[in-house]
């Protein structure tokens, strides 16, 4: 299959479409820092970095970059009014302490029953970097996950169970890919909304036995 579907910043702007208004979130390194260059001004979304800041904008680009305003990705940013700044163990306290509605994580995997696998893919040359992700992924009310479906060498992200080492167990409750939109039900993976791409085509590329919402819309 020609790998189609949407870009990384399509994709960013449809889960910056379903991040609730006044929301406390949180966006992994990777692909979710994208996110915050779609979040509308009047959307009363505050953005949390685990290094120390609320009130996060959209990336800093051009002559506003400030090098001592990064965000956790060591990506320049904005400031927006009213922005905060604290050490990252009241970061981490956030975090933790349940006080984070969203957070957006990047994955290697995500299991039929949204658990997380993100930080490792057990290769030996590969460097350990968990950072905050398990704090996240449990401390948030809800987790959403943004990644290309299918990995570089064609294998699905999205599969039956993680076979790399876990993040977080039951955490996920959305996964927002370049070619759909899935999530995770007690009765299973509900797919929710397609991308160039129809059921029939994501059931051959997945092993995950998959709920048709398409038509049923957003809830």
């Known amino acids: 299959m020609t790998r189609r579907g949407l870009s990384t910043d399509e994709l960013a702007a449809r889960v910056a479409g379903d991040v609730p208004r006044g929301a406390f979130v ?76 969203v957070c957006v994580l990047g994955a290697y995997q995500v299991s039929a029953r949204g ?32 990644m290309n479906l299918l990995s570089r060498d064609g294998a699905p992200k999205l599969v039956p169970e993680c076979t790399y080492p876990l993040t977080g167990v039951g955490c996920v409750s959305r996964v927002y890919t370049d070619l759909a939109v899935f999530v995770i039900e007690d009765e299973g993976v509900a797919v929710r909304e397609l991308f160039d791409c129809t059921f029939d085509e994501l059931m051959r590329l997945l092993e995950v036995p998959l709920l048709d919402r398409t038509r049923e819309g957003d809830r």
Do not use: C
């Open 26 to 101: 949180n966006l992994g390194i990777g692909l979710p820092t994208r996110i915050s260059n779609h979040l509308s001004p009047d959307s009363g979304v505050m953005l949390h970095t685990e290094n120390g800041m609320l009130g996060m904008g959209p990336e800093a680009q051009g002559d506003i970059v400030d090098l001592d305003l990064i965000n956790a990705g060591k990506v320049p940013v904005t400031e927006l009014p009213g922005a905060s700044y604290f050490h990252h163990a009241d970061s981490f306290a956030m975090m933790r302490g349940g006080h984070l509605d």
């Open 115 to 146: 658990d997380l696998a993100n930080w490792h893919t057990g290769r030996s040359d590969d460097i350990p970097a968990v950072g905050g992700a398990m704090d996240l992924a449990i401390g948030a009310k809800q987790t959403f996950v943004m």
